[in-house]
């Protein structure tokens, strides 16, 4: 490893290691309704991934679900090969023991999703709120190759950010705010455009937080890479 590899890599992992204890600390502070992003249902998730007619074994993963209860509703409609991702190991305990013995129907993730090679490959990717931190191009272009390479060919990927007239910050942390244009043309070279819709999501305090949801679809791994 050169001198100059070596800084990157001693950056990279205090960065990554800066990350981790960010969100174990908001778990271990914040109950699940205590936080900005806590939706009662994930409706508008919801009504995105039933567009798709997924078959109920489907592989889907939630990517940075933190406690969210997607994973609840996902399997009260019968979904059967759930992943669940977080990088707080808290948030994944605390999702758990709220599921009791539903818990075991689901995989479950405690991993940087920067690091996560899984051995399967996905027919949905889902993200609410966690592509939006990373605000750094090569991290983003890390994550959307990791994204377009664990999904199968025409699999589904649903990326939820704060839009351009949304909070510069979530939990203090600075994020990056996307338009549809902005997004669809980040994922052209990969992902083919479903649609795109913007949600004003009301915080537990009554705050207005507004997103864009985004649905696409993956191309075959060659076709995305000619692109
Ligand atoms: C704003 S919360 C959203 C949680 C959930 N998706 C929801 O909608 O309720 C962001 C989540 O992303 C997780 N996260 C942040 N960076 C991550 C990373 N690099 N890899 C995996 N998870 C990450 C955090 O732990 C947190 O649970």
Not at 44 to 65: E, H, N, Q, V
Not at 165 to 185: A, F, I, N, R, W
Request: with cysteine; hydrophobic share 35%; glycine share 4%.
């Amino acid at each position: 490893m050169t001198p100059r590899n070596f800084v990157y890599c001693v950056i990279g992992i205090s960065i990554m290691t800066g990350r981790k204890t960010h969100w174990e600390n908001v778990y271990n502070k914040h109950p699940l309704t205590d936080v900005s992003w806590y939706e009662p249902v994930p409706e508008t998730s919801l009504s995105i991934i039933k567009r798709f007619k997924l078959p109920k074994d489907a592989a889907i993963i939630d990517i940075g679900a933190g406690d969210s209860l997607l994973v609840d509703h996902l399997l009260l409609s019968g979904y059967s090969n759930i992943t669940v991702l977080d990088i707080s190991e808290n948030a994944i305990e605390r999702a758990k023991a709220r599921l009791g013995d539903n818990a075991k129907m689901v995989n479950w993730v405690v991993s940087d999703v920067l690091d996560y090679h899984p051995s399967e490959k996905y027919d949905l990717w889902h993200d609410r709120a966690t592509f939006h931190f990373f605000t750094d191009p090569v991290e983003k272009q890390r994550y959307l190759d990791s994204a377009h390479q664990n999904l199968n060919d025409d699999g589904y990927l649903v990326l939820s950010t704060f839009s351009i007239t949304g909070p510069e910050k979530c939990s203090g942390l600075s994020v990056e705010q996307y338009s549809e244009k902005k997004m669809s043309d980040l994922l052209s070279r990969y992902f083919d455009k479903i649609r795109c819709i913007t949600k004003a999501h009301m915080t537990p305090w009554d705050a207005i937080q507004n997103f864009v949801y985004c649905s696409f679809r993956n191309r075959a791994l060659e076709r995305g890479a000619l692109v």
